[in-house]
């Protein structure tokens, strides 16, 4: 099957901090997207990354797609406290019609 | 415009019944995926469909099954449930299957089998 890791498993920060997340794998994939997930609810999409290489913004949020395809990180600049939650990596290979998740980077901003 | 929709939002059921889960997706996206979410785990996968066919099937037994009808919403089920069937069911829509085309998830539905 397909091995993701995703590291750190969790991160305690101080309001203002900056963050790093990664997802690395022994295979390649084709599509990276990063998730954030709230206690009791549904996954919501950050980021897509389409090209090796790709990087990406949106607002605080910054991610790219690794050259060798097999990995990804997510950066979060001056973190607030909403930024609290579950931030899931989900590749997707070419051919498969199925999201990967990792096991997820659970984030405490302390105001 | 609503994003997806499930229902119901929480379920309790005791071992040996079944199941019903339900999804709408989001106006104008024609595919469907479920995942089954366990307590401190990340999604994983268990149907996808597209224009009311089945396109891929995750490692789960034949117990769960789903169908899609021709407004594009959903229904998954699960037979003889077990204690380890609990947990956060999501659906999530695109537009179609391509590999730019986002997932967008819902809600979800929380089971607890007892």
């Known amino acids: 099957g397909q091995q993701l890791n995703q590291s750190p498993q969790s991160m305690f920060i101080q309001e203002g901090e900056d963050v790093s997340m990664n997802c690395t794998s022994s295979s390649i994939f084709n599509t990276w997207l990063w998730y954030k997930q709230d206690p009791g609810e549904g996954p919501v999409l950050l980021i897509a990354?389409?090209?090796?290489?790709e990087l990406t913004s949106n607002g605080r949020l910054t991610a790219q797609f690794g050259i060798t395809r097999k990995d990804s990180f997510l950066n979060i600049s001056a973190s607030i406290p909403s930024d609290v939650g579950i931030y899931f990596c989900?590749?997707?290979?070419?051919?498969?019609?199925?999201?990967?998740f990792g096991k997820g980077t659970k984030l405490t901003v302390n105001p | 415009d609503a994003g997806v929709t499930q229902s119901p939002t929480h379920l309790i059921k005791t071992r040996g019944q079944h199941v019903t889960l339900r999804c709408s997706p989001i106006s104008g996206h024609k595919s469907v995926s479920w995942y089954q979410q366990v307590l401190g785990q990340g999604p994983q996968f268990i149907f996808q469909y597209y224009e009311k066919e089945e396109r891929g099937r995750g490692n789960f037994p034949d117990r769960f099954s789903a169908r899609q009808f021709p407004n594009y919403s959903s229904e998954l089920n699960v037979n003889a449930l077990l204690l380890g069937d609990s947990a956060l069911y999501l659906c999530?829509?695109?537009?179609?299957?391509?590999?730019?085309?986002?997932?967008?998830f819902g809600p979800g539905t929380r089971l607890t089998v007892l």
């Open positions: 989900a590749p997707r290979q070419g051919g498969s019609e199925k999201l990967v």
């Open positions: 990354l389409y090209k090796a290489g």
């Open positions: 999530a829509s695109s537009l179609g299957v391509g590999l730019t085309d986002t997932q967008y």
